[in-house]
Each structure stands twice: as C-alpha cells, then as structure tokens.
C-alpha cells in the first residue's frame, strides 16, 4: 500500500498508510492527523490546506481555477500550497510529504 507522510505544526513527522483514491484530507482523518477539512472536501473552504514538499509539487496535476480561488483564503499561503480535499492519492504520490501550515483561517 502508498504511504505518505505528514508533518504536524511542531515539526513531528508522521509516516502513515495512503489508500489509492482517498484524498490527502481523507488519509489524513483517518490517521487523526490535525486537518479540519469544515467542508468535507466540497471545495468551499480552505481548512485543508497543506504545503507540499517542494520535491513533489511537480509531480502533481495543477489545481483548478476553483482549487485557487480558495487558496486565496488560506492561511500561510506557501508557493507549494495546495488543498488536501483536492490531492487523491496515486501510485505515483507514493511517499508523497506535506506540512501542516502553522494555522488555519476557519472558513
């Protein structure tokens, strides 16, 4: 099985089992990972945000003209930031590395 790791506000890093077609928001869940995710993954909110690894953000497809406009929204907005409701897991993502910003901006 994909594996992928998330690395939580205080630095720790946590390596964690990734199903194919579950999205970065979905894994996280159910690894009790500190992501809100308010909208359930519906695209209406920016509470999932997460910041990919500079060493994999070219290796994901783009995001969407709404995936941005609710980026917009994020807080600490990084170059790499994406929406984990939006990152569904591949073989090709196996081992894929996202940080959890140092906040949230409830939306």
């Known amino acids: 099985m994909p594996k992928m790791t998330f690395i939580e506000r205080d630095g720790t890093r946590r390596e964690v089992e990734a ?26 909110c ?5 910041i990919v690894d500079s060493s994999w ?22 170059e790499t930031s994406r929406l984990g409701c939006q990152l569904i897991m591949t073989d090709a993502l196996d081992g ?4 959890l910003p140092a906040g949230s901006r409830h939306a």
């Open 19 to 44: 199903p194919l077609g579950l999205s970065v928001l979905e894994i996280a869940h159910r690894h009790g990972v500190d992501i809100e995710g308010a909208c359930e993954g519906s695209l209406a």
């Open 46 to 50: 920016s509470t999932c945000h997460v």
């Open 57 to 78: 953000f070219p290796k994901l497809t783009g995001p969407t003209e709404d995936e941005e406009d609710m980026l917009d929204l994020a807080f600490d907005l990084q």
């Open 96 to 99: 894929l590395v996202v940080k």
